[in-house]
């Protein structure tokens, strides 16, 4: 009777394990809901979640998916997949959370300049954590070939699970840089991860 059971219990075990998705097959979909505090992005995926809280008096999603009027200011939050690594993507260090982010940013400026002929200068880069969480806040100056406004992005990047997810928002001219920088300071300090769907 003792070996019956001890089959059965290993063969929930198992099943189990196959029925979850591992961190790295992971895909997730977004969804966007209002609340009495403004609004919050989910993303879901088969077996993890995460989530944001935009506080805000009034949130209104835009025709571009991402993109949300938080009291009238543009904010994005968006995800990249990271690429293919042989990494527990559970347990990663800071130094490798360090490594797949600054080469994540490297190859978003590389985007911006020469495919959409963006110029951009002046890109500061630093580490900070928010809630035990590594990001990298990175912002730059940037202006299209047909404005000669200059305008700073700021971003606040992270990884979840397999994704690496992106807080940004723009400075135009005028406007308060720390103010803005603090927009997505706070956004950040509301991410929570799940390892179970939603």
Known sequence: ???????LTGLVICFMIKAQ?????????????PN?????????????AFTLDIVAKEVKTTDNPGFYL????????????????????SRLTDAQQKQALSAYVDYEMTYFQNKLKLKCNDLKKDWIVINSRLFLLWHFNMHTA???????????????????LDLNTIVL????YPQQEQVLKNLANTLKTFDKAL
């Open 1 to 7: 009777m003792r070996k019956i059971v001890l089959s």
């Open 21 to 33: 998705t591992s961190i790295a097959d992971e895909e997730f979909n977004s969804s966007f809901s």
């Open 36 to 48: 009495e505090k403004g609004a919050t992005v989910h993303y879901q995926g088969k077996s993890h």
């Open 70 to 89: 938080a009291d009238n200011h543009i904010v994005q939050v968006s995800t990249v997949p990271l690429p293919p690594v042989k990494l527990d993507l």
């Open 146 to 164: 047909d404005d000669n406004e200059v305008k700073q992005q700021i971003y606040l990047s992270t990884i979840c699970f397999n994704q690496v």
């Open 173 to 176: 001219k005028g406007e308060d």
